[in-house]
C-alpha cells in the first residue's frame, strides 16, 4: 500500500476510543476517516471530538465503501466473528481486541475468511507490546536466564466492571487471564499442553449467577515441561497490578511493576508510591505501539507479531481454563 491507510474504528468504548485517538492524532501512516458505534449518540460525539467527518451506526456502511483500507474492531467477543468474516470479505484489513471469538468453531470460520480474502489480521494482545514484556522476551531470545523453566502472572483488577459487563463476558478466564495465557506462551516459547483452573466468588455475589468468579488461578504445563501459574483478580482496591516473572536455568526476570511514577515519597509517617490506577494508563505505550505495528504491517505488506492463529491459540488455552473451572478436572489441550 502507499500513503495513509485509511481506517474506521468499530466500537467507541473506553478502550475503542483510546484507539480511535492514536488512529487520528497519533500514527503518521493512518488517517481514521469513520467511527462506527451501536448509538447514534456515541457515534456522532465521538467523530465531533476527533475531527471525523463520517460516522455511522451501521458497520455494512464500512465494510462497502471502497476507499476505506482497515477497520479496528473494538467490540463485545460476541460479534467479533461476524465482524471479521465481513470485514475480509470486502477486503479489509482488520486489527481486532482480544479475544479473537467466543468459539473455536468462529474461530475457524474467521481464520478461512482471512486467509481466503488474503487480508491481515492482528489480534490485540497489548502486553507483547509493553516495553517491560518486550524486553523480557529479548533478553530471554539472548539467552540471559537459559532455559526458561517458569512463568508467574499476575493480572489484578481495581474492582469489578459492571455487571451488565460481566454477564457477557465470558468468564474472567477468557476477559483478563487470557492476557497472560498468550504472553506465557510468548516468553516461554512453547505450545500449551494442560491447564487447570480454581476459582471462588470472595467480593462480588452477581458473579455467581453468570458462573464467572473474581478470584481466579491457572495452572499451565508446556510440552517440554516447564510450568505457569497465572493469577486473575477483580479486586485489587489497591490499583491495576499486571507483572510477571520468568524464572530460566540460569536466572530470572521480573517484569513489569505496581508503581505509577519513579518517585518515593517519604514523610514522617513513613514512605509510600502511587499506584497504576487504570488499564489505559498502564498501557498508554503499549496501546499505540502495537496499532503502529499494525499499520506498518499493512504499508510493508508483512505479517503482524500476534496474528488470526495466535488469537485462536489464546482463546483455545482460555476455553480450556473455564471447562477446567467448570469440572474441577484438568483439562488438555
Same mark, same amino acid.
Given at each position: 500500500?502507499?500513503?495513509k491507510?485509511? $481506517?474506521a474504528i468499530i466500537?467507541?468504548?473506553?478502550? /475503542?476510543?483510546?484507539?480511535?485517538?492514536?488512529?487520528?492524532?497519533?500514527?503518521? /501512516?493512518?488517517e481514521l476517516?469513520?467511527v462506527v458505534?451501536?448509538?447514534?449518540?456515541s457515534?456522532?460525539?465521538?467523530?465531533?471530538?476527533l475531527g471525523?467527518?463520517?460516522?455511522?451506526?451501521?458497520?455494512q456502511?464500512?465494510?462497502?465503501?471502497?476507499?476505506?483500507?482497515?477497520?479496528?474492531?473494538?467490540?463485545?467477543?460476541k460479534?467479533?466473528a461476524?465482524l471479521?468474516?465481513?470485514?475480509a470479505k470486502?477486503g479489509?484489513h482488520i486489527?481486532?481486541?482480544?479475544?479473537l471469538?467466543?468459539?473455536?468453531?468462529?474461530a475457524?470460520e474467521v481464520?478461512?475468511?482471512?486467509?481466503?480474502?488474503n487480508?491481515? $489480521?492482528?489480534?490485540?494482545?497489548?502486553?507483547?507490546?509493553?516495553?517491560?514484556?518486550?524486553?523480557a522476551?529479548?533478553?530471554?531470545v539472548?539467552?540471559? =536466564?537459559?532455559?526458561?523453566?517458569?512463568?508467574?502472572g499476575l493480572?489484578?483488577?481495581p474492582?469489578?466492571?459492571?455487571?451488565?459487563? =460481566?454477564?457477557?463476558s465470558?468468564?474472567?478466564?477468557?476477559?483478563?487471564?487470557?492476557?497472560d495465557?498468550?504472553?506465557?506462551r510468548?516468553l516461554?516459547?512453547?505450545?500449551?499442553?494442560?491447564?487447570?483452573?480454581?476459582?471462588?466468588?470472595?467480593?462480588?455475589?452477581?458473579?455467581?449467577?453468570?458462573?464467572?468468579?473474581d478470584?481466579?488461578?491457572?495452572?499451565?504445563?508446556?510440552?517440554?515441561?516447564a510450568l505457569?501459574?497465572?493469577?486473575?483478580?477483580?479486586?485489587?482496591t489497591?490499583?491495576?497490578? =499486571?507483572?510477571g516473572?520468568?524464572v530460566?536455568t540460569?536466572g530470572a526476570?521480573?517484569?513489569g511493576?505496581?508503581?505509577?511514577?519513579?518517585?518515593?515519597i517519604?514523610?514522617?509517617?513513613?514512605?509510600?508510591?502511587?499506584?497504576i490506577?487504570s488499564?489505559?494508563?498502564?498501557f498508554?505505550?503499549?496501546?499505540?505501539?502495537?496499532?503502529?505495528?499494525?499499520?506498518? $504491517?499493512?504499508l510493508?505488506?508483512?505479517?503482524?507479531?500476534?496474528?488470526e492463529?495466535?488469537g485462536k491459540?489464546?482463546?483455545e488455552?482460555?476455553?480450556?481454563?473455564?471447562?477446567?473451572?467448570?469440572?474441577?478436572?484438568?483439562?488438555?489441550?
Open positions: 500500500m502507499e500513503g491507510i485509511r $481506517c466500537g467507541i468504548g473506553r478502550l /475503542g476510543y483510546v484507539h480511535a485517538e492514536n488512529i487520528a492524532s497519533r500514527i503518521k /501512516g493512518a476517516v469513520t458505534a451501536s448509538r447514534k449518540e457515534a456522532e460525539k465521538a467523530a465531533r471530538e471525523v467527518e463520517k460516522w455511522t451506526t451501521d458497520p456502511d464500512v465494510f462497502e465503501d471502497s476507499t476505506i483500507d482497515a477497520v479496528i474492531i473494538v467490540t463485545p467477543t460479534t467479533h461476524d471479521i468474516i465481513r470485514a470486502h479489509k486489527f481486532v481486541d482480544k479475544p471469538t467466543e468459539t473455536l468453531e468462529e475457524d481464520i478461512k475468511a482471512i486467509q481466503k480474502n487480508v491481515i $489480521c492482528q489480534v490485540g494482545f497489548m502486553r507483547r507490546f509493553d516495553f517491560s514484556y518486550a524486553e522476551k529479548r533478553r530471554i539472548n539467552g540471559d =536466564i537459559g532455559q526458561p523453566l517458569y512463568f508467574k493480572s489484578r483488577d474492582g469489578s466492571p459492571p455487571e451488565d459487563y =460481566i454477564k457477557t465470558g468468564g474472567i478466564f477468557l476477559d483478563l487471564s487470557v492476557h495465557y498468550d504472553i506465557a510468548f516461554v516459547g512453547d505450545e500449551v499442553e494442560s491447564v487447570q483452573t480454581y476459582g471462588t466468588v470472595l467480593v462480588h455475589p452477581f458473579m455467581k449467577k453468570y458462573g464467572d468468579v478470584q481466579g488461578v491457572t495452572v499451565i504445563q508446556f510440552k517440554n515441561g505457569a501459574d497465572i493469577e486473575g483478580s477483580r479486586n485489587s489497591f490499583g491495576y497490578d =499486571i507483572r516473572e520468568v530460566g540460569e526476570i521480573q517484569i511493576s505496581l508503581q505509577n511514577h519513579n518517585n518515593i517519604l514523610t514522617n509517617k513513613g514512605s509510600y508510591h502511587d499506584n490506577p488499564f489505559p494508563s498502564k498508554k505505550a503499549a496501546f499505540l505501539l502495537e496499532l503502529e505495528h499494525f499499520i506498518e $504491517c499493512l510493508e505488506k508483512k505479517a503482524p507479531l500476534i496474528n492463529v495466535d491459540i489464546a482463546l488455552i482460555a476455553i480450556a481454563a473455564t471447562d477446567s473451572f467448570k469440572t474441577s478436572k484438568k483439562v488438555y489441550l
